[in-house]
């Protein structure tokens, strides 16, 4: 089925340690976007890129970084996982900043 | 600043009525979008419904329509004939069209609806 993957779907992390979230879309989107959900907050965006080479922090970037690998792949990698990056975290996508969004199936992390 | 507020957090509805959610938002540039998701307890993010800034007509889809008025800055959702499927939380969202906000999605804390039989 096209549309966002999100590798992978839960984790535990101790603080501390690092990991890195995986997402790839096949809609051949320019624009990829990571986000965070908290209770009573919304989503939140983390980082994104607006197409292949480049990326910017949105509203919440600290603790936080990502690399556009090519036009498919969008991963956000967390090198030092603290409690307050216990959240969902969601992957989307966009052909441009005028279309649609298409969003992951999301991870759901805790840092112990 | 909050850029979409939505001041109901939550709701409970009855099964075949119609529900409103409100949305109100914040910006000052003339070119921005306005979207519904929806997301169930499962927990992926539905897209529902979109009005264009410069759209002279109210967009509707299937059972749902969006009550957009410009001038109050107001993207209120109409849920008709609700489901027990219904039942979820509802994010408005804003894409504004120039400067930093460009192409990103900004997000209300949501309305968790409860559809009752």
């Known amino acids: 089925n096209a549309g966002v993957t999100q590798t992978p779907k839960f984790q535990v992390l101790k603080t501390g340690q690092s990991m890195t979230l995986q997402c790839a879309q096949d809609?051949?989107?320019?624009?990829m976007y990571w986000y965070r959900q908290d209770p009573g907050m919304g989503l939140r965006l983390i980082y994104y890129?607006?197409?292949?080479?480049?990326?910017d922090k949105g509203e919440v970037p600290n603790g936080y970084n990502v690399s556009r690998l090519n036009k498919r792949e969008f991963s956000l990698r967390l090198e030092s996982a603290a409690p307050s990056q216990t959240s969902v975290y969601f992957c989307?996508?966009?052909?441009?900043?005028?279309?649609?969004?298409?969003f992951g199936s999301g991870t759901r992390l805790t840092v112990v | 600043a909050q850029k979409i507020t939505q001041t109901q957090p939550g709701m409970f509805v009855q099964e075949k009525e119609a529900v409103t959610l409100d949305c109100t938002y914040d910006?000052?540039?003339?070119?921005?979008?306005l979207f519904w998701y929806k997301q169930p307890s499962s927990g992926e993010m539905i897209f529902l419904i979109y009005?264009?800034?410069?759209?002279?007509q109210n967009a509707t889809e299937g059972r749902y329509s969006l009550n957009f008025q410009k001038a109050r800055k107001s993207a209120n959702l109409v849920i008709s004939a609700s489901q027990l499927g219904d039942s979820a939380m509802y994010f408005c969202?804003?894409?504004?069209?120039?400067?930093?906000?460009?192409?990103?999605?900004?997000f209300g804390a949501g309305t968790q609806v409860v559809v009752t039989p």
């Open positions: 989307a996508s966009s052909e441009s900043a005028y279309g649609g969004y298409t």
């Open positions: 809609m051949n989107h320019n624009s």
């Open positions: 890129s607006a197409s292949e080479g480049t990326t």
């Open positions: 910006t000052s540039d003339p070119s921005y979008g």
């Open positions: 009005q264009g800034s410069y759209d002279q």
């Open positions: 969202a804003m894409r504004e069209g120039r400067g930093d906000s460009w192409g990103k999605l900004q």
